[in-house]
């Protein structure tokens, strides 16, 4: 190839991605914020995403593999659109955007996942741990006398970790007493979770419940509270499906985006599987 030819290939790859670039950069309301859009495109996610914007523009390529390139990068943007997975969760947690935690339980129980653990192995709260501080608080304000904690981590390096040992041992930490606290360690899914509430709920007689898990999540932990044909309270947290504003950064696949898409999949996906 003459170097004529070489310097029009690379012409023909470099144009579309440096476009984008000064675009983006163009686009941003300071020079702050496009900092932040550079710091996106060179991290990995970012970094991927303009290879494929090259490889889409190869010269020469030929008819199937620019189409798969293209494909690829449609789903590569796509999977990492903050927009998107706003737009996805927010229609999971929608029922739930105007609900308030009124009125008495007689227990409010969590369903695991709240919770992480150190390197050292201590239990502190993890992404979504706004499920332990809704409950703590409706137990501050008098709103219930018990707190029920549940799960098993069958997933963790030393082959399993009671998730609700860990949630009553943060609980503790914030001052609720033990005697205010229930485990059922056993669960390892959402269904055995929700069949353990019901089970402690008839054998202890209360009947006013509340479930606390992420937003997100309660649609499905609702449709399987029917299956079990037990009535609860549903007590939302850990929302995610705060308004994402409209600036261009947020068009550069990021690990916000495929966190919001992941996790709304991953309910349609629980969901179909029961």
């Given at each position: 190839?003459?170097?004529?030819?070489?310097?029009?290939?690379?012409?023909?790859v470099?144009a579309?991605?440096?476009?984008?670039?000064?675009?983006?950069?163009?686009?941003?309301?300071?020079?702050l914020?496009?900092k932040?859009?550079?710091?996106?495109?060179?991290?990995?996610?970012?970094?991927?995403?303009?290879?494929?914007?090259?490889?889409?523009?190869?010269?020469g390529?030929?008819?199937?593999?620019?189409?798969?390139?293209?494909?690829?990068?449609?789903?590569?943007t796509?999977?990492?659109?903050?927009?998107?997975?706003?737009?996805?969760?927010?229609?999971?947690?929608?029922?739930?955007?105007?609900r308030?935690?009124?009125?008495?339980?007689?227990?409010?129980?969590?369903?695991?996942?709240?919770?992480?653990?150190?390197?050292?192995?201590?239990?502190?709260?993890?992404?979504?741990?706004?499920?332990?501080?809704?409950?703590a608080?409706?137990?501050?304000?008098?709103?219930t006398?018990l707190?029920?904690?549940?799960?098993?981590?069958?997933?963790?390096?030393?082959?399993?970790?009671?998730?609700?040992?860990?949630?009553?041992l943060?609980?503790?930490?914030?001052?609720?007493?033990?005697?205010a606290?229930?485990?059922?360690d056993?669960?390892?899914?959402?269904?055995?979770?929700?069949?353990?509430?019901?089970?402690m709920?008839?054998?202890?007689?209360?009947?006013?419940v509340?479930?606390?898990?992420s937003?997100?999540?309660?649609r499905?932990?609702?449709?399987?509270?029917?299956?079990?044909?037990?009535?609860?309270?549903?007590?939302?947290a850990?929302?995610?499906?705060?308004?994402v504003?409209p600036?261009?950064?947020?068009?550069?696949p990021?690990?916000?985006?495929?966190?919001?898409?992941?996790?709304?999949?991953?309910?349609?996906l629980?969901?179909?599987?029961?």
């Amino acid at each position: 190839m003459r170097i004529s030819d070489r310097f029009r290939s690379a012409r023909g790859v470099l144009a579309p991605v440096l476009a984008v670039v000064v675009l983006l950069g163009w686009a941003m309301p300071s020079g702050l914020v496009a900092k932040k859009v550079l710091a996106l495109l060179v991290l990995p996610s970012g970094a991927v995403w303009l290879g494929l914007i090259a490889l889409s523009a190869w010269p020469g390529l030929r008819r199937w593999p620019r189409a798969l390139a293209i494909l690829a990068l449609v789903a590569h943007t796509a999977a990492g659109n903050v927009w998107l997975g706003a737009w996805m969760v927010r229609r999971l947690e929608a029922p739930y955007l105007a609900r308030t935690d009124g009125g008495r339980f007689d227990a409010v129980c969590v369903l695991g996942g709240g919770t992480s653990a150190t390197p050292g192995g201590k239990a502190q709260l993890g992404p979504a741990g706004d499920r332990l501080l809704v409950p703590a608080r409706l137990f501050s304000e008098g709103k219930t006398p018990l707190l029920v904690a549940s799960g098993m981590n069958v997933t963790a390096a030393e082959g399993s970790r009671s998730l609700a040992e860990d949630t009553a041992l943060v609980w503790r930490a914030m001052g609720i007493p033990e005697s205010a606290i229930l485990r059922s360690d056993e669960p390892r899914t959402t269904r055995e979770e929700i069949r353990a509430f019901r089970r402690m709920a008839e054998a202890h007689g209360w009947k006013r419940v509340g479930v606390c898990s992420s937003a997100w999540h309660l649609r499905r932990v609702e449709r399987l509270c029917a299956e079990e044909k037990w009535e609860m309270v549903p007590v939302p947290a850990d929302f995610l499906s705060t308004p994402v504003p409209p600036v261009a950064m947020y068009a550069i696949p990021q690990a916000r985006g495929f966190q919001y898409v992941q996790k709304a999949l991953w309910e349609l996906l629980g969901a179909a599987g029961g």
